[in-house]
């Protein structure tokens, strides 16, 4: 009888216990996941180090770029040929522009070198051709101040600093002298006789500048009608500016591209006064509203920077998808992690940023993510395994991270899908969450 008593005593006593140790049990889970919460936040840290690493050494790249492409010759836009004529009274000068320009250019490139970067850069050929004639609708005060007969002609470049030779002038057949023409800013500047432009309305003229140029070469449509025909051994070409090729083609060994525009096309006249003339600069880097140069962007693109830059905003989503798997883990096994291995788990995963960084900038982007991913997923799998002692499971959580690293670079190459595929994934990442959620017994008894 004594006996039956103290085994119902031992059954009370175990059922009074339950309640408490499932109550410890919730307790500690909550209280893991509110660390692993603070533990997410901390890791802020070293994401925001990565990502300012990231901007500062894209502006060393562009440091470097600038120098080189100054002392080089930088950004090349082509402005004219036009004929100069002093304004009568108060009025300012104006310019005559022709009425046919075709352009024939070659640029041939090639990569110049600056520590660890790699910059291309071009020497072009241009050949420009046509004929000026006087326009209809001359204002007669304009017509007269022609008759002088003598004014000079131009053309303006970017940067004298790109012309490797004296350009060849030829105008109706006959060739200057390199004496005869003048430099004053970014101007070549000759004296021009009128007489069988007054005489026979038509005055033909030839131009030949070799030229020195880097990022991009860019023509203006100065002509009633220009036409512009130019080939390169440039096998990535952008083409930018107002006004696209009517017929490109492009290979391995570079392109062919042709541009027709007419004056109706464009936002200046046939005679054009100085000071718009001057408003159209053709030293400016970047395209404005109202820009009426087209041209070509002649380099390699080196977008390891760009894809760095994207591929660490998906770090928090790894960071939560490892940290969600080893949590889940540790639940259904039992096996208590504690918080200090989290976080070194944080900063490995951290630390894949800075090593695809570090190699991005001597290898190919992909060879570089591939050694980050291998060398990530490895040590991970070796140190979860171990905490965990199941080789198995670190095995598994391993290929779980080579999976969403694999995604990543696929969103990573898919620019005009990536929020498509990435809602997508994310979408399939919390179903399985979900479906693993279900198996855990969050009150089981003990």
Known sequence: MEQLVNEQNQQNGNQVSNPSANTSRRENA?????????????????????????????????????EVFSKWGDRQTVKGPAIRVEGVKDESDFLLLPENLEIESNAGCRSLNRGIYDFTVYDATLVMKGNFILPQNMPDVQRKRLEINCWNMEVEVSSLK???????????????????????????????????????????????????GSSSLNYLPTGNTTTVKMTSDCPTPSFCGNFLPTERTVSDDGFEAEWKVLAINRSFSQIVSASKWH????????????DNSFGVTLRQP??????????????????????????????????????????????????????????????????????????????????????????????????????????????????????????????????????????VEWYKDK
Request: glycine share 6%.
């Open 30 to 66: 909550g209280l893991k996941l509110v660390i692993i919460s603070l533990l997410c936040l901390l890791l802020l840290i070293p994401w925001f180090f990565i990502r300012y690493t990231i901007s500062e050494r894209q502006s060393t790249e562009s440091a470097a770029e600038s």
């Open 162 to 212: 790109g012309l490797t030779e004296n350009p060849i002038v030829k105008i109706d057949g006959r060739a200057l002298s390199p004496q005869d023409i003048t430099f004053e800013g970014s101007r070549l500047i000759w004296k021009c006789n009128l007489a069988s432009l007054l005489e026979k309305d038509n005055l033909e003229y030839e131009i030949t500048l070799k030229l020195r």
């Open 279 to 290: 408003s159209m600069n053709t030293n400016s880097n970047y395209y404005i509203d109202g």
């Open 302 to 439: 080196v977008e390891q920077y760009q894809q760095n830059e994207r591929a660490v905003k998906y770090a928090y989503l790894i960071v939560l998808l490892t940290f969600a798997i080893v949590f889940f883990v540790e639940l259904r096994r039992e096996s208590p992690i504690h918080p200090v291995q989290y976080l070194l788990v944080g900063i490995a995963i951290m630390l894949f940023y800075t090593l695809l960084l570090s190699f991005s900038e001597h290898l190919s982007f992909l060879v570089a993510y591939i050694i980050a991913t291998v060398m990530t997923v490895t040590l991970l799998t070796c140190y979860l395994g171990g905490v965990m002692h199941n080789r198995k499971v670190g095995m598994l959580i391993g290929g779980v991270l080579a999976v969403c690293y694999t995604f990543i670079y696929i969103l990573l190459q898919i620019e005009s899908y990536a929020l498509l595929v990435g809602s997508i994934g994310l979408f399939v990442v919390l179903a399985v969450a979900m479906s693993a959620s279900r198996k």
